[in-house]
Protein backbone atom coordinates (compact mmCIF):
# COMPACT_ATOMS: atom_id res chain seq x y z
CA UNK A 1 0.00 0.00 0.00
CA UNK A 2 1.43 3.59 -0.75
CA UNK A 3 2.52 6.43 1.63
CA UNK A 4 0.21 9.30 1.80
CA UNK A 5 3.20 10.92 1.13
CA UNK A 6 3.51 9.17 -2.22
CA UNK A 7 0.63 11.21 -3.28
CA UNK A 8 1.09 14.57 -1.91
CA UNK A 9 -0.29 17.87 -4.45
CA UNK A 10 2.65 20.78 -3.43
CA UNK A 11 2.64 23.04 -6.34
CA UNK A 12 -0.03 25.13 -8.23
CA UNK A 13 0.14 23.01 -11.31
CA UNK A 14 -0.27 20.02 -9.94
CA UNK A 15 -3.48 21.16 -8.43
CA UNK A 16 -4.37 22.31 -11.50
CA UNK A 17 -3.71 19.29 -13.73
CA UNK A 18 -6.06 17.45 -11.22
CA UNK A 19 -8.80 19.56 -11.13
CA UNK A 20 -8.76 21.38 -14.34
CA UNK A 21 -10.26 24.86 -15.51
CA UNK A 22 -12.49 27.48 -13.02
CA UNK A 23 -16.49 27.03 -14.32
CA UNK A 24 -16.90 30.68 -15.77
CA UNK A 25 -19.74 31.42 -13.40
CA UNK A 26 -17.39 30.57 -11.01
CA UNK A 27 -15.65 33.68 -11.59
CA UNK A 28 -18.14 36.05 -12.80
CA UNK A 29 -20.03 35.78 -9.04
CA UNK A 30 -16.96 37.14 -7.44
CA UNK A 31 -17.31 41.20 -7.14
CA UNK A 32 -14.97 43.94 -5.31
CA UNK A 33 -18.00 45.78 -3.91
CA UNK A 34 -21.07 44.66 -2.40
CA UNK A 35 -23.59 44.42 -5.12
CA UNK A 36 -27.18 45.55 -4.07
CA UNK A 37 -27.81 41.15 -4.35
CA UNK A 38 -25.62 40.19 -1.99
CA UNK A 39 -26.52 43.25 0.21
CA UNK A 40 -30.23 41.76 0.29
CA UNK A 41 -27.79 37.84 1.46
CA UNK A 42 -25.46 39.94 4.04
CA UNK A 43 -28.58 41.15 6.16
CA UNK A 44 -30.70 38.13 5.96
CA UNK A 45 -27.97 36.15 7.64
CA UNK A 46 -28.13 35.65 11.23
CA UNK A 47 -24.80 34.15 11.57
CA UNK A 48 -21.39 34.07 10.05
CA UNK A 49 -18.04 32.15 10.90
CA UNK A 50 -14.99 34.93 10.90
CA UNK A 51 -11.41 33.66 9.92
CA UNK A 52 -8.38 35.52 11.12
CA UNK A 53 -4.43 35.08 11.50
CA UNK A 54 -1.87 36.32 14.05
CA UNK A 55 1.12 35.51 15.85
CA UNK A 56 -0.84 32.27 18.05
CA UNK A 57 -2.03 30.89 14.11
CA UNK A 58 -5.38 30.71 12.80
CA UNK A 59 -8.20 31.27 14.74
CA UNK A 60 -12.22 30.89 12.96
CA UNK A 61 -14.91 32.46 15.68
CA UNK A 62 -19.08 32.00 15.40
CA UNK A 63 -20.59 35.00 15.23
CA UNK A 64 -24.69 35.59 15.63
CA UNK A 65 -27.35 37.98 16.10
CA UNK A 66 -30.77 38.63 14.79
CA UNK A 67 -30.69 38.72 10.82
CA UNK A 68 -29.37 42.37 10.20
CA UNK A 69 -26.70 42.67 12.69
CA UNK A 70 -24.05 42.72 9.89
CA UNK A 71 -24.59 46.14 8.58
CA UNK A 72 -23.64 47.51 5.01
CA UNK A 73 -22.19 51.05 6.07
CA UNK A 74 -21.56 51.43 2.11
CA UNK A 75 -20.59 48.67 -1.13
CA UNK A 76 -17.41 49.14 0.46
CA UNK A 77 -18.04 48.82 4.70
CA UNK A 78 -19.53 46.47 6.82
CA UNK A 79 -19.89 47.15 10.48
CA UNK A 80 -20.57 44.10 13.24
CA UNK A 81 -20.54 44.28 16.51
CA UNK A 82 -18.54 42.33 18.61
CA UNK A 83 -20.85 40.87 21.35
CA UNK A 84 -20.07 39.65 24.99
CA UNK A 85 -17.33 36.70 24.81
CA UNK A 86 -15.36 34.97 27.02
CA UNK A 87 -12.75 37.57 26.98
CA UNK A 88 -10.81 35.70 25.24
CA UNK A 89 -10.61 38.03 22.31
CA UNK A 90 -8.69 35.93 19.92
CA UNK A 91 -9.90 37.30 16.63
CA UNK A 92 -9.55 40.89 18.02
CA UNK A 93 -6.01 39.98 18.99
CA UNK A 94 -5.29 38.34 15.77
CA UNK A 95 -6.89 41.69 13.55
CA UNK A 96 -4.37 44.21 15.44
CA UNK A 97 -1.49 42.06 14.37
CA UNK A 98 -3.03 41.11 10.94
CA UNK A 99 -5.76 42.95 9.46
CA UNK A 100 -6.68 40.36 6.69
CA UNK A 101 -10.35 38.24 7.63
CA UNK A 102 -12.63 36.01 5.49
CA UNK A 103 -16.29 35.88 6.48
CA UNK A 104 -18.74 33.19 6.12
CA UNK A 105 -22.33 33.95 6.01
CA UNK A 106 -25.05 31.32 6.75
CA UNK A 107 -28.81 31.99 6.03
CA UNK A 108 -31.08 29.15 7.83
CA UNK A 109 -33.31 27.82 4.53
CA UNK A 110 -30.89 29.11 2.38
CA UNK A 111 -28.66 26.47 0.37
CA UNK A 112 -25.93 29.08 -0.43
CA UNK A 113 -23.39 30.83 1.16
CA UNK A 114 -21.64 34.01 1.08
CA UNK A 115 -18.18 34.71 1.32
CA UNK A 116 -16.57 37.80 2.11
CA UNK A 117 -13.03 38.74 2.25
CA UNK A 118 -11.45 42.28 2.92
CA UNK A 119 -9.60 43.79 6.18
CA UNK A 120 -10.75 44.71 9.67
CA UNK A 121 -10.28 47.14 12.22
CA UNK A 122 -11.10 47.82 15.38
CA UNK A 123 -13.30 50.65 16.76
CA UNK A 124 -14.02 51.85 20.28
CA UNK A 125 -16.15 54.81 18.96
CA UNK A 126 -18.72 54.91 21.72
CA UNK A 127 -21.40 56.64 19.11
CA UNK A 128 -20.73 54.15 16.98
CA UNK A 129 -20.73 51.64 19.26
CA UNK A 130 -24.19 53.02 20.51
CA UNK A 131 -25.82 51.58 17.29
CA UNK A 132 -26.09 48.62 18.10
CA UNK A 133 -27.94 48.27 21.49
CA UNK A 134 -29.38 45.09 21.79
CA UNK A 135 -31.14 44.55 25.65
CA UNK A 136 -30.38 47.56 26.67
CA UNK A 137 -26.44 47.17 26.57
CA UNK A 138 -23.99 48.22 23.90
CA UNK A 139 -20.63 46.33 22.61
CA UNK A 140 -17.12 47.30 23.73
CA UNK A 141 -16.12 47.47 20.20
CA UNK A 142 -17.28 47.49 16.24
CA UNK A 143 -15.91 45.74 13.95
CA UNK A 144 -15.07 47.74 10.48
CA UNK A 145 -14.54 45.44 7.70
CA UNK A 146 -13.45 47.07 4.57
CA UNK A 147 -14.61 44.53 1.68
CA UNK A 148 -12.08 43.26 -0.73
CA UNK A 149 -13.97 40.69 -2.75
CA UNK A 150 -17.83 39.22 -1.95
CA UNK A 151 -18.89 35.83 -3.93
CA UNK A 152 -21.59 33.60 -3.33
CA UNK A 153 -20.63 29.41 -2.82
CA UNK A 154 -23.07 27.76 -4.61
CA UNK A 155 -25.62 25.03 -3.08
CA UNK A 156 -23.44 21.44 -2.99
CA UNK A 157 -22.06 21.53 0.82
CA UNK A 158 -25.29 22.37 2.16
CA UNK A 159 -27.34 20.02 0.27
CA UNK A 160 -24.60 17.47 0.25
CA UNK A 161 -25.07 17.90 4.19
CA UNK A 162 -28.96 18.47 4.62
CA UNK A 163 -27.75 21.07 7.07
CA UNK A 164 -31.47 23.04 6.97
CA UNK A 165 -33.16 19.20 6.88
CA UNK A 166 -35.34 18.65 10.26
CA UNK A 167 -34.73 15.05 10.53
CA UNK A 168 -31.22 15.46 10.34
CA UNK A 169 -30.95 17.13 13.36
CA UNK A 170 -28.90 15.54 15.96
CA UNK A 171 -30.17 15.07 19.55
CA UNK A 172 -28.00 17.61 21.84
CA UNK A 173 -28.09 14.81 24.59
CA UNK A 174 -26.52 12.21 22.66
CA UNK A 175 -23.20 14.47 22.51
CA UNK A 176 -20.62 15.66 25.11
CA UNK A 177 -21.36 18.73 27.14
CA UNK A 178 -20.00 21.47 27.85
CA UNK A 179 -19.58 20.31 31.38
CA UNK A 180 -18.37 16.82 30.69
CA UNK A 181 -15.60 18.59 28.15
CA UNK A 182 -14.33 20.72 30.78
CA UNK A 183 -14.15 18.19 33.81
CA UNK A 184 -12.32 15.54 31.49
CA UNK A 185 -9.58 18.40 30.28
CA UNK A 186 -9.44 19.43 34.20
CA UNK A 187 -9.32 16.15 36.08
CA UNK A 188 -12.61 17.13 37.37
CA UNK A 189 -11.70 20.64 38.95
CA UNK A 190 -13.95 22.72 36.64
CA UNK A 191 -17.27 21.86 34.70
CA UNK A 192 -19.30 18.15 35.11
CA UNK A 193 -23.23 18.12 36.19
CA UNK A 194 -22.83 21.65 38.13
CA UNK A 195 -21.79 23.49 35.18
CA UNK A 196 -24.19 21.96 32.80
CA UNK A 197 -27.52 22.74 35.16
CA UNK A 198 -26.49 26.44 35.84
CA UNK A 199 -25.96 26.70 32.26
CA UNK A 200 -28.81 28.17 30.54
CA UNK A 201 -29.00 30.96 33.65
CA UNK A 202 -25.63 31.90 32.82
CA UNK A 203 -25.99 32.00 29.15
CA UNK A 204 -29.29 34.71 29.98
CA UNK A 205 -27.41 36.65 32.19
CA UNK A 206 -24.58 37.07 30.22
CA UNK A 207 -25.68 37.05 26.50
CA UNK A 208 -25.73 40.42 25.79
Known sequence: MAAISDHLVTSIAGLEKI????????KAKEADRITPAYRKLIEAAP????????????DCSPRG???????????KTLLIPDRRGNNRIDTLRNIVHDPRVALLFLIPGCSETIRVMGRATISADPTLAQQFIMEGKA????????????FYQCAKAIVRSKLWDASY???????????????????G???GPEHDRT???RLKATIY
Open 19 to 26: YGEVFPPA
Open 47 to 58: FFALASHGPGGL
Open 65 to 75: DPAGFVRVANE
Open 139 to 150: PRTVLVIAVDSV
Open 169 to 187: QVDRKTLPSPGVILAELTD
Open 189 to 191: KLG
Open 199 to 201: APE
